[in-house]
């Protein structure tokens, strides 16, 4: 069975895998000892900390097969994003040049520096290995999350927001950011994300460009992927907006791939979702599968299997029951697949 829980001490090898597979680009997990036994310990502590409110706690989550032991992916949640770092992005607008005496009237596209998302929530480093790629395990690792959230939604803001990966190749070229490597960094994509991931961010404010960037100015290269995502990041953006997030005009400063939200409660999963006494037992032959989770926080536990539903309960079997760490009569949250 595929469970997905809490990280713990014992997932950093895998955990440390999961960051060199990822590639460049995906900058909530660099490959770095020391910042990925960081990782686990806030996490660790955050799923341990008594919360009514926001504040700098991270969640870490991974998916094992618990017949082997492996672990399959990763996912997580930042409460408050902009707390102990700053967090940018580029806005996307608008200025019009306009003239009456010579009947000239032109509208052009910029990207504003700025920190509006700071104090948000934000659903990240989402990765599933590839032997894991199989139907509905991408959808059961990435809405997981939002169980957690309508479970426990005293511990996250009103909005979430999700960075979407870019474009970049496999040797991390990225096209925005040639341009503005060339014009303000001096430095190449990798190490401009690698510095970012394991938090050195002073350089972002020191040499970005304080006023808003005409992107008519900009390479055609870097104009054609801005707000487009990386190949690979494709199903994760549509499973997303699936769920009611957009974008709002708001791209990453790096490699400019969108940046989507939503409110919580309007969450479709975190809507959808249900909350009933369980009882162990033989679920119907065509019971449809959902994600069903239990209702702890330090031991939170989710599992993707058939229930069925009455007005009073779900049913699910002994194994998902056993899965879940809790006996008949207690309460799940689960969502249909």
């Known amino acids: 069975m595929n469970l997905i829980r809490p990280i713990e001490q014992k997932d950093f090898a895998a955990l440390y895998q999961i960051a060199e597979e990822s590639g460049i680009g995906f900058t909530s997990l660099p490959v770095d000892e020391t910042l990925l036994q960081n990782k686990i310990e806030i996490s660790k502590e955050s799923f341990a900390t008594k919360v009514s409110r926001a504040g700098d706690e991270g969640y870490l989550f991974v998916l094992e097969d618990t017949l082997t ?14 707390v102990t770092d700053p967090f940018y992005h580029y806005h996307m607008g608008k200025v019009v040049h306009a003239s009456r005496e010579l009947n000239i009237y032109n509208t052009v596209d910029i990207l504003t520096f700025c920190n509006d998302y ?32 309508a479970e426990h939604p005293e511990r996250f803001a009103k909005t979430v927001i999700a960075e979407m990966r870019g474009v970049n190749d496999e040797n991390g070229r990225s096209p925005f950011w040639e341009w503005l490597e060339k014009h303000f960094f001096s430095i190449d994509f990798p190490t401009a994300d690698y510095l970012t991931g394991i938090g050195k961010k002073v350089f972002i404010a020191e040499l970005m460009p304080k006023y808003p960037i005409y992107v008519n100015l900009l390479s055609q290269a870097a104009q054609a992927v801005i707000g487009k995502v990386h190949e690979q990041t494709k199903p994760a953006l549509h499973l997303l907006q ?36 369980v009882i162990a037992g033989k679920p119907d032959v065509a ?33 998902t029951l056993a899965a879940l760490q809790i006996k008949n009569g207690d309460p799940v949250r689960f969502c249909y697949i």
């Not at 590839?130 to 395990?137: C, L, P, T």
């Open 69 to 82: 032991g492996q672990i399959l992916g990763t996912s997580g949640i930042e409460a408050k994003v902009g």
């Open 287 to 319: 019971a449809p599968k959902a994600m069903i989770c239990n209702t702890s926080i330090s031991h939170f536990r989710a599992v993707m299997q058939p229930v069925t539903e009455t007005p009073e309960h779900v049913i699910v079997s002994s194994e």
């Open 118 to 149: 700071t104090g948000v929530s934000e659903i990240c480093t989402l990765f599933l290995r590839e032997a894991a790629r199989v139907k509905d395990m991408g959808k059961f690792l990435s809405k997981t999350r939002f169980l957690f959230m």
């Open 242 to 277: 699936k769920e009611g997030f957009v974008c709002r005009g708001y791209v990453d400063i790096f490699d400019a791939g969108p940046t989507v939200e939503a409110d919580l409660p309007q969450i479709k999963s975190i809507r959808e979702s249900i909350s009933k006494p």
